[in-house]
């Protein structure tokens, strides 16, 4: 894969996506609903109506920031899976911060900068924190990073769970949820008159990737990683300490991820909840970032598919009566067919539409 | 002798296992605890029924990791595995009674399905030469969402109605032994199918020529290829071995000794798939130390009631965590388990 070229890296994010799709609505069909009506409904719900973009657009954003979080890690040769935890445990950092501190600063415009900055700050510290157990444990005790990240979504799920529900729940309230975050805590909509969009939230999510890629492509840190990723061998003898480099990488992936955790928590939910509860962002990235072969910049159009897609399963799950989940088991397939690019160049040289370069 | 070349995985294993006796010991005696009250029989009956399901699909992935071919996939064929078998007692039934020979060929449908499933894995990894990992995460991404689609599609709901489990058997006389009579002889049938997979899978592969071939796939390739065998036959039959014991794992836990398919969340696997890896690691790849340390896990995971009987009531969401921080624990004292030598790389015969 390293010497692939980006067309063929494309031309398989291309045909993957399609694949999946494709068997997605035979297995619709299968299941005795209307294909085309699935398919056009899916177009629909992603980009039919102003509110619809918006959504999609939402779904993008936090699709773009953990995807990049995902291809940080992934650059360097180092699985992040547990970016949905270090997601989690992200934004209630920010929210709690922003609970905690808001008595104490003015409210209006001014107080609700400085908070959101405050609490995206927190995200990250904590995001980033979260993130490093997994990579001292890979790199002090060899111990594998695809399951103790795994293992650690588990961890952060439940106890912040525990903590919402026992010691952040108003009096009397039902449902395991937090105080609302003050009215003035909040990413206004401007053109798209959405309550969970934000213009400035997809622009954050933009520069970010723009950061990233700089920073992995053209600064000696992003060297380094990226590096020791590829030619593990040749980074040693360079000087780069792989110990400190995979923990350096799972720091940085996870104070991306804490700022989505931020973002879903300022701009989406305004509050915090029973963290199984909300959309698996963290594990769609993986998909996002596979897809994207793992180039920051790549991050985005992949993110706005995987937005438009989300947008549309849900979409289907309110009027049709084909359950979203499908759409979830679609992500999944286009995920098994980015790991097989083989598959592919076979199907590729056997049709003779090229891959025979090899 | 330096400490690091003291160290096998035996003597680390055991070591830890000793020290995690020793703490646990030392905190039970300061703060006074029951013992006697903390070691029941029922406890330990919970423990083993907690521990069939991951031993079963550990067993499977040891072998396929011992071939060379690293299943990451094994939650995921555990969720199609508890979905299929299921669904098969459901529909079997026709809306009536689901009774006891409808969920035993729901357990067989689930073990056929996952191997045909896995199949499809094996050729993706082994002739595809996909990324084991990737491809694995990705199996698990399928299963997260097909599994409450098809089980959306069947019951109209993500999760199956109530169903039966496997009954439990009692041998007459042998039953009335004390502590074992009451752990083994009066129990799910599945424990008795579980102890014999465990002894035949330990047989096999340290007393057959086929357990040297897995293990030869697994560290030497060349030299099983030289010596005439073909090495990506040998690992097909494991992997697909490996999804077929995740499958039984899974049809475990939904009918076997549960009630039913659960699909929300992660589903009623909830990281058992994950967990069965770090077993069969803890038991450095042998089937007998991956069923000792899925009773830990199991263990692990019934503490809770345990701590109740004895007026600890820690919140149910912190004491399931158990199961996951004891993983962690583990990994970061045997993380460096020696892998088979050739594990995720695909092996291509030189003609």
């Not at chain 1, 106890?159 to 105080?179: C, Q, W």
């Not at chain 2, 055991?14 to 029951?34: E, I, M, Y």
């Not at chain 2, 993380?335 to 030598?341: D, I, L, Q, V």
Request: glycine letters at 12%; a negative charge.
């Amino acid at each position: 894969m390293v010497r692939a070229s980006v067309l063929e890296r494309f031309a398989i994010a291309v045909a993957s996506t399609l694949l999946a799709l494709l068997l997605g609505a035979v297995i619709v069909a299968a299941s005795g609903y209307d294909a085309v009506e699935f398919v056009t409904a899916l177009v629909y719900g992603a980009f039919g109506t102003i509110s619809n973009v918006a959504f999609t657009l939402r779904q993008t954003t936090m699709l773009l920031l953990t995807g990049v979080a995902v291809a940080i890690a992934f650059r360097a040769g180092v699985f992040n899976i547990g970016v949905q935890g270090q997601f989690v445990v992200g934004g209630f950092a920010t929210v709690v911060t922003v609970l905690f501190l808001a008595p104490f600063l003015p409210t209006g415009v001014v107080g609700g900068v400085l908070l959101m900055l405050l609490g995206t700050a927190a995200a990250m510290l904590v995001g980033g924190a979260y993130a490093a157990i997994p990579g001292v444990m890979k790199a002090y005790a060899d111990a594998n990073e695809v399951i103790t990240t795994i293992m650690l979504n588990f961890i952060a799920s439940g106890v912040v769970f525990y903590l919402v529900d026992s010691h952040l729940r108003p009096e009397g309230a039902s449902a395991p949820n937090t105080e609302q975050l003050p009215s003035y805590v909040d990413l206004p909509g401007f053109a798209f008159g959405s309550s969970s969009f934000s213009v400035i939230g997809l622009g954050v999510a933009l520069l970010t990737a723009v950061v990233v890629a700089f920073v992995l492509g053209r600064t000696r840190y992003g060297y380094d990683l990226v590096t020791s990723g590829h030619q593990a061998a040749a980074a040693a003898y360079a000087g780069v300490d792989p110990k400190r480099t995979v923990v350096l990488t799972m720091t940085f992936s996870g104070m991306v991820a804490g700022l989505a955790g931020a973002m879903f928590a300022i701009m989406i939910l305004g509050y915090y909840s029973d963290p199984s509860t909300f959309p698996r962002f963290g594990f769609d990235a993986i998909a996002v970032s596979l897809l994207a072969a793992n180039n920051p910049l790549g991050v985005i159009p992949a993110a706005l598919l995987f937005g438009g897609l989300d947008a549309g399963g849900q979409y289907i799950g309110f009027t049709l009566d084909v359950p979203r989940q499908l759409v979830d088991g679609v992500v999944g397939l286009v995920v098994l067919f980015v790991a097989t690019p083989e598959l592919f160049r076979m199907a590729g040289r056997r049709t003779g539409l090229g891959g025979d370069e090899e | 002798m330096s400490v690091t070349e003291y160290a096998n995985p035996v003597r680390v294993t055991v070591g830890v296992g000793l020290l995690v006796l020793f703490v646990v010991g030392g905190v039970a005696t300061l703060l006074d605890l029951p013992g006697a009250e903390l070691l029941t029989v029922g406890a330990a009956q919970r423990a083993l029924q907690a521990a069939i399901p991951i031993a079963l699909a550990a067993i499977g992935g040891l072998y396929a990791e011992k071939s060379g071919v690293f299943n990451i996939g094994l939650e995921g064929f555990m969720i199609f595995g508890a979905l299929a078998a299921a669904a098969t007692a459901s529909i079997a039934s026709g809306e009536g009674a689901v009774t006891q020979a409808h969920l035993w060929l729901g357990i067989l449908v689930a073990v056929l399905v996952c191997a045909l499933l896995t199949v499809v894995y094996a050729l993706l990894t082994i002739r595809y030469r996909a990324d084991q990992i990737v491809a694995g995460l990705a199996v698990w991404f399928v299963a997260l969402g097909f599994g409450p689609f098809t089980a959306t599609v069947i019951w109209g709901g993500v999760s199956s109605p109530s169903l039966p489990n496997v009954d439990a058997i009692t041998v007459p006389v042998l039953a009335e032994i004390p502590v074992l009579g009451r752990l083994v002889f009066d129990s799910s049938p599945l424990l008795w199918l579980t102890l014999f997979l465990t002894a035949a899978a330990w047989v096999v592969l340290y007393r057959t020529r086929y357990g040297y071939w897995v293990q030869a796939a697994g560290e030497n390739p060349q030299a099983l290829d030289t010596a005439g065998v073909s090495v990506n036959r040998v690992r097909y039959a494991t992997v697909i071995f490996s999804g077929a014991m995740a499958g039984l794992g899974g049809a475990v836990l939904s009918i076997g000794i549960g009630s039913g398919f659960t699909g929300t969340g992660v589903t009623m696997v909830d990281g058992r798939g994950w967990i069965a890896i770090v077993a069969y690691l803890f038991g450095n790849y042998n089937p007998v130390g991956a069923f000792g340390a899925a009773l830990l896990f199991g263990a692990m995971e019934m503490l809770q009631i345990q701590l109740q009987t004895i007026g600890i009531a820690l919140p149910g969401s912190i004491t399931e965590l158990f199961p996951y921080v004891a993983v962690l624990v583990v990994l970061a004292a045997v993380g460096y388990t020696r892998m088979p030598a050739a594990v995720g790389e695909p092996y291509e015969t030189e003609k």
